[in-house]
């Protein structure tokens, strides 16, 4: 955790100019809940990296927080905001205005670092969302609640789709991808408005290619009958293929769905 020559790290002045980021309002779309978020990602290797892009083109406002100078490359990412700092510095975070963020993703390749990361980032910042990466399994055990972290995990597809699965509502969030890409874990948080809201689980005429796996309901996971009724808030999770996934958003939320969603990305 040593700090960067200079004395204490700031923004780099060569990229002040990516702090208009933070101007822009929240994006609304007609009958559903705010989906662009603000993002800090400490760490800008190539996990880091790989994250934030994942997140900008699907149209959210990130920022990277960097402590080495040697690291800090924008041409990689030029739609986020890069910020030369120690994470691990109280100081830091607040010139970078982390209370700003929705989400904080702690992705350095040192698993001490993504503790203090995520420890300041609830306790100082309360930021509702914390997410960490694992870089030896044997450390796994210490990234829990206790040390700030909500979620911890490794691959960056994953920590992104995690990222917006805690905020998105009426919407598919790929999950995760198996077999080489031929079917996918995708999420849908259904809104009040969705055709299927109050019906039994029978009554959804999913695609074939495509099964719903479990249903999210507050703090309970539920296995799914055909008589189960489906109710506003919750998250149902389907293992489909990418080719049906259009048609799985279309049944769940409405035929006009796909068009926005296309619209708004």
Known sequence: MDHPPGGRPGVHAGHRRHRRAREHHRQHRPGREPVAMRVAIAGAGNVGRSIAQE?????????LIERQP??????????AEWILADACELASLEEAAL???????AATGDDKVNLVVSLLAKTEFAVPRVVARVNRAEN????????????AVSKPRVMAALVEEAVTVGDLVRLMT?????????????????PYVGHP????????????????????????????????????????????????????????????????H
Do not use: Y
Not at 55 to 63: F, K, P, T, Y
């Open 55 to 63: 997140l900008i083109e699907n149209g959210h406002q990130v920022m």
């Open 70 to 79: 040697k690291m800090l490359r924008p041409e990689r990412v030029p739609a």
């Open 99 to 105: 209370a700003t963020c929705d989400v904080v993703v």
């Open 140 to 151: 796994e055990w210490l990234f829990t609640e206790q040390w700030g972290v909500d979620v």
């Open 178 to 194: 198996f077999r080489q890409g031929e079917a996918n874990l995708v999420e849908i948080t259904l809104p009040p408005t969705a």
């Open 201 to 264: 689980v029978h009554a959804v005429p999913l695609p074939r290619d495509a099964a719903l796996v479990a249903i999210l309901r507050g703090k309970r996971v539920l296995v799914p009958t055909p008589d189960d009724p489906i109710e506003a808030g919750d998250e149902l999770i389907f293992v489909c293929t990418a080719e049906v996934e259009d048609t799985v958003r279309a049944v769940i939320l409405g035929p006009d769905s796909v068009e926005r969603t296309r619209e708004g």
